[in-house]
């Protein structure tokens, strides 16, 4: 039995990809210092930025999380909203799409580390 969280469920809380236990935030998502990160972790001390211009490349992630956003909610006004009006769906989306930036910022750059960060887990590293 596993005592320490999935890469999944770790990834999810946006904690470090080497212990699964640091947390890659040190605010809270809905702040003035949404995209501030650790330089490390606090718990394992992972360098959270691999290379120079590391998360540069999250940028499309969020680019991505925003277009799946706005493909969802246009299927959903168009089939429950008989069609509405064109400035109704530029305006969900970009409301939606301002409104989720933190989360999306926060979970493209979780999953750069954990895709790309080149980290591998360390059981040992996580606290019993
Ligand atoms: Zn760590």
């Not at 890659?24 to 718990?43: I, K, L, N, S």
């Not at 956003?69 to 799409?97: C, D, H, K, M, Q």
């Not at 999306?104 to 080149?118: D, H, I, K, M």
Request: glycine residues 8%; charged residues 15%; positive net charge.
């Amino acid at each position: 039995m596993a005592r320490y969280p999935s890469k999944w469920k770790a990834m999810g809380q946006m904690r470090c990809p080497r212990c699964r236990y640091g947390k890659m935030f040190p605010h809270r998502a809905y702040g003035t210092r949404f995209m501030t990160m650790h330089e490390e972790c606090p718990h394992c001390e992972m360098d959270f930025e691999p290379e120079t211009g590391f998360y540069w490349a999250a940028m499309y992630i969020t680019y991505a999380f925003n277009a799946g956003l706005a493909l969802v909610t246009s299927t959903l006004l168009y089939l429950f909203f008989n069609n509405p009006a064109i400035e109704v769906y530029v305006g969900v989306a970009a409301g939606l799409g301002l409104g989720l930036t933190p989360i999306f910022v926060r979970y493209s750059r979780a999953l750069l580390l954990y895709t790309l960060g080149g980290a591998k887990f360390n059981p040992r590293l996580y606290p019993r």
